[in-house]
């Protein structure tokens, strides 16, 4: 998916879990650490836009591991919650995040080319419903997050 779509996502679910777990909606740090977390496991292209800004980490983990490899699994999701030190008083600060990163995964889940999950086994999973930058993933990004936002509001 491109990364508007991504940056859509994120946010919608972070809004769809906060207002589900009696959080402030409108909270500005969460919100970005869920935009930031739904942009995070492109940094292993750097063509995207994450990895356009960032460079230094984005060309390295490319030629490492390759788009769509370690950053779009579980082990990454595991690390982003061991490194922003799930303990209790950070949880505000990672629910967030997290949530923005598993968007992210859930999302490219739906294209063709899939995710190794499952990472470093090279066995790729895939519901393919729609072609990156195409009608289609306009059209569900805009049904799945406005059905996200309207729950959080309490519209649905």
Wanted: proline share 6%; hydrophobic share 50%.
């Amino acid at each position: 998916m491109m990364a508007g779509s991504h940056v859509l996502i994120g946010a919608a679910a972070w809004l769809y879990i906060a207002h589900d777990i009696g959080l402030p909606l409108l909270d500005p740090v969460a919100l970005g650490l869920a935009v930031a977390g739904s942009l995070s496991p492109d940094i292993d292209h750097p063509k995207s836009w994450v990895g356009r800004r960032v460079k230094v980490i984005s060309v390295p983990v490319s030629k490492l591991f390759g788009h769509r490899g370690v950053t779009h699994s579980v082990v990454a999701v595991a690390a982003c919650i061991a490194c922003l030190r799930w303990d209790g008083q950070q949880w505000h600060h990672t629910l967030p995040f997290v949530i923005g990163y598993a968007s992210h995964l859930a999302a490219d889940l739906i294209t063709p080319q899939g995710l190794c999950l499952a990472w470093p086994l090279r066995r790729t999973f895939a519901f393919p419903l729609v072609k990156t930058g195409s009608f289609a993933e306009q059209a569900l990004v805009t049904l799945v997050a406005g059905w996200l936002f309207a729950r959080s509001m309490g519209a649905c």
